[in-house]
C-alpha cells in the first residue's frame, strides 16, 4: 500500500508501487490538486480518480473507490483532511497524522521524534509494501500546524456539511 506521513509541517510518502504483491515501480503519491496537496495511498487507480474528482471541484457524484485513504492539505491555512473511500472529509483533530500499511513504524518514529521524513524512511524499512524514494510537500511557515493547533469541529463539520449540500 504505502506510507504517508505528516508532522504539522512536512508531509512525507514513500513512492513504491506494488501489484498482486510484486514490486511494480516507483510514482509521486503527492498530488497538486486545486485548492492545496493531496496524497494518496491504496489502490493506483482509485487515487488517481480521486485526484481527478479534486480537479473537477469535488463534485456530489463521487467515484467508487476499492482501497484508498489520502490527506489533504488546504493551501489556505484551514484544518487538513482525511478522505477514506467514501470521500467524506474528515477533519485532523492532531498530529502527528500517519496513514498506509507503514503507519505504526512511522507514528512510533514520530512520537519518539522524527520528522515525517525520517518516519517514512524508517517505515520503508520495516514495511513491505514501502519504498522507492521518500517524497515530501514542505508547507510554508504561516501555514504549519502543531499539537496545539485549535480546530473549530463544529463550524467544520457545518461547512463540510454545506459543502455536501445537507444544510445551506
Excluded at 510514482?27 to 479534486?54: H, S
Aim: charged share 20%; glycine share 10%.
Amino acid at each position: 500500500m504505502t506510507t504517508i506521513a505528516f508532522d504539522g509541517k512536512t508531509l512525507a510518502t514513500d513512492s513504491l508501487v506494488t501489484y498482486d504483491d510484486m514490486r511494480a515501480g516507483t510514482i509521486n503519491k503527492i498530488a497538486n490538486v486545486v485548492g492545496g496537496v493531496l496524497a494518496t495511498a491504496g489502490n493506483q487507480e482509485d487515487g488517481l480518480l480521486v485526484v481527478q474528482w479534486f480537479n473537477a471541484g469535488r463534485k456530489e457524484t463521487r467515484p467508487v473507490l476499492t482501497s484508498f485513504v489520502g490527506l489533504f492539505i488546504p493551501n489556505d491555512g484551514s484544518a487538513p483532511q482525511e478522505f477514506g473511500e467514501k470521500l467524506i472529509p474528515m477533519a485532523i483533530p492532531k498530529f502527528p497524522w500517519v496513514a498506509g500499511t507503514g503507519k505504526s513504524f512511522a507514528l512510533a518514529a514520530m512520537l519518539a521524534g522524527k520528522d515525517a521524513v525520517e518516519a517514512v524512511r524508517i517505515a520503508i524499512q520495516l514495511d513491505i509494501y514501502s519504498g522507492g524514494d521518500v517524497n515530501c510537500y514542505e508547507m510554508d511557515k504561516q501555514h504549519h500546524y502543531s499539537v496545539a493547533t485549535s480546530l473549530d469541529l463544529d463550524s467544520w463539520a457545518r461547512s463540510a456539511a454545506a459543502e455536501s449540500g445537507k444544510i445551506n
